[in-house]
């Protein structure tokens, strides 16, 4: 039981038929508590498919997801949302932060999808911007913002309800050399003080730092 | 950060948008509140001045009909007249007081203003009028004008001034005591005076009948039918004759107003529908972070809800300015001759304002549910996927 992830059997199948595209072939994968993993392999191949069912962002067509001991599959939409604003932290290449909020709101606003007094938002959204270094840019706006100083305040956001999970998807695939090493060593840092990081990359050296990577080819993983 | 502020935030930052799509459902509401105002004071300011007349018949041209007998109400001129034979043949029949008015048009300062010919002692017994200023008409032939109250007041007229009527100077007599009905915004002058300045020789336009017996009132109308080649109304049949114009007036401008309020409704269902398309990824990041779809549907009902209170208020504001400020302004006519007398704004304008806070706010909500609904059952990795 000291897997943070485990999967079974994990498929998912997009269309049906003739139509049909097996995005995910049976997947099995345990992922231990507080390590660092790199998912690699070619672009649509199922990486990122992979992410989201493991992120409870997208249901499994057969096998189940465990994340810390709790079953995915059988947890309704409501119950799967608590879940990802508590237990997870999602990571986009694109950063997706909300381009009409500052970057402390961006912050406040998944502390209040959880249920966290607007009281404290403020504070601890600071804290963050404090620890990703950028405490001085709580009230620009993304478009105000470097690339590399976005994905930051999207890192801080993924850490707003201090999960334990960390999913960065391709979180350097849109950031030059310089904002990428920042970023790498941002993830390196959470993950010594104990977060899991499970991350998607086509970037070597972060796949090189990594304690363990998973090959996904073809919708199956590969030893 | 509250889910009010983040819808705030949303609208504030899409300003255009946000800005047309309130001024839809802000016109929505203000005609509906316009048009229910006029519409509401019409049909009272019709039963006060049914009452104020305090005829129980009214002997009319030959061929009137609802046009006429509203304008008896309104004090329009009629396009008909009764010969000074036929009012003496009337006059005649026992049991019965019948007066002759004859209704005028004139201008004071480019705005219209009616104009009544009247048997000086017998109407101010018959209407019981009280003179508030100066004296009333010393007797029937007095050359001079006796004022209504809001006419005095409007154009700042007082007893030993003059008036204009038709070229000719005439004195002003006297102002009388506000009576809240369209005298109050009339001049008076001697039934002669208003024959001999628009050549009507001696004819008239109506007459009220007062009878002796309420109960034979329509024997009386037999009558008077008899006598003479006229038209003869009760004041019952009047009233309800004109409300039943007035019903048809108030129900087309409500459905004008209801087709108003549907387009604004369409117009937040399609600000909101488009909202939903080009938010996709929005709602992919909050579903990312957390967001239940409860969440994601009250955030887009909650901004359709923002667009029905703060165009309710808009509307209903503007609504009400409109009936009161601009509907005095629009051409005489019977339907604004009634408005005009009764431009109180008082405390029944909060009730109408909140009433159409709450209307809007429900049709918008309403309108926001398709929208929310459609928003809220996006699949997560659908949403966050959207390029």
């Known amino acids: 039981m000291n897997d943070m992830i485990r999967t079974d059997n994990l498929s998912r199948t997009y269309g049906s038929g003739a139509v049909a595209t097996h995005a995910l072939r049976g997947a099995n994968l345990a992922i231990p508590k507080g390590s660092f993993t790199c998912i690699v392999g070619p672009s649509g191949h199922g990486k990122s498919t992979l992410l989201h069912l493991v992120g409870g962002l997208d249901r499994p067509t057969t096998g189940t997801v465990h994340i810390g001991g709790v079953e995915l599959t059988s947890l309704d939409s409501s119950a799967l949302a608590r879940l990802r604003g508590s237990k997870i932290g999602f990571v986009f290449q694109f950063f997706n932060l909300l381009r009409t909020l500052t970057a402390s709101e961006n912050i406040a606003t998944a502390m209040m999808l959880a249920g966290v007094p607007a009281r404290q938002q403020a504070e601890r959204a600071r804290e963050l911007l404090e620890r990703v270094g950028l405490a001085e840019k709580a009230g620009a706006r993304p478009g105000e913002l470097s690339g590399g100083q976005q994905q930051r305040v999207a890192i801080a956001r993924a850490l707003a309800n201090d999960p334990d999970l960390l999913l960065p998807d391709e979180p350097t695939g849109n950031l030059d050399s310089e904002a990428e090493a920042g970023i790498i060593a941002l993830l390196h840092d959470l993950h010594r003080r104990g977060k899991t990081v499970v991350v998607v990359t086509h970037n070597h050296e972060i796949a090189q730092q990594a304690e363990r990577i998973i090959t996904v080819r073809d919708g199956r993983i590969a030893a | 950060m509250t889910l009010t502020r983040l819808v705030l935030k949303n609208l504030t930052c899409r300003r255009g948008r946000f800005i047309f799509t309130l001024l839809g459902i802000t016109i929505g509401i203000a005609s509906v509140v316009s048009f229910l105002s006029l519409g509401g004071s019409l049909k009272s300011e019709i039963r ?340």
Not at chain 2, 113 to 141: C, H, N, S
Request: proline share 4%.
């Open chain 2, 48 to 387: 006060r001045e049914s009452a104020a007349l305090g005829a129980n018949l009214v002997v009319t041209p030959k061929g009137s009909c609802a046009y006429e007998q509203v304008s008896i109400l309104t004090g329009e001129q009629l396009p008909t007249t009764i010969t000074a034979d036929e009012v003496a043949r009337v006059q005649e029949i026992d049991g019965l007081t019948a007066l002759p008015f004859l209704a005028e048009r004139t201008a004071i300062r480019n705005r219209p203003v009616g104009v009544m010919g009247i048997l000086p002692a017998e109407t101010l017994r018959f209407k019981g009028w009280q003179v508030t200023r100066g004296d009333y008409f010393p007797d029937t032939e007095a050359a001079g004008a006796v004022l209504g109250a809001i006419v005095a007041d409007q154009f700042d007229l007082a007893p030993g001034g003059e008036v204009t009527i038709r070229g000719e100077r005439l004195p002003i007599l006297g102002v009388l005591k506000e009576t809240g009905g369209k005298d109050d915004l009339t001049i008076f002058v001697a039934l002669t005076t208003a024959q001999r300045l628009y050549n009507q020789g001696d004819r008239v336009s109506y007459l009220a009948v007062r009878v002796a017996d309420i109960d034979q009132v329509d024997a009386y109308a037999e009558k008077i039918k008899e006598a003479v080649s006229l038209g003869v109304v009760s004041d019952k049949q009047m009233l309800k004759s004109v409300l039943s114009i007035v019903g048809t007036v108030n129900i087309t401008l409500q459905l004008i107003a209801a087709v108003a309020v549907l387009a604004a409704a369409f117009g937040i269902i399609n600000t909101m529908l488009t909202a939903t398309y080009e938010r996709k990824r929005e709602i992919g990041i909050l579903l990312a972070l957390g967001a239940r779809r409860r969440t994601i549907f009250t955030l887009f009902l909650l901004e359709s809800a923002i667009y029905g209170v703060l165009g309710g208020l808009a509307g209903a504001v503007t609504g009400l300015l409109f009936s009161t400020l601009a509907a005095p302004h629009i051409t005489q006519n019977a339907f604004t001759a009634f408005v005009s007398g009764s431009g109180a704004v008082g405390p029944a304008s909060v009730g109408v304002i909140l009433g159409a806070v709450v209307f809007s706010a429900v049709i918008a909500m309403l309108a926001g549910v398709y929208p929310a609904w459609r928003a809220a059952r996006l699949a997560p990795v659908e949403a966050i996927s959207y390029e």
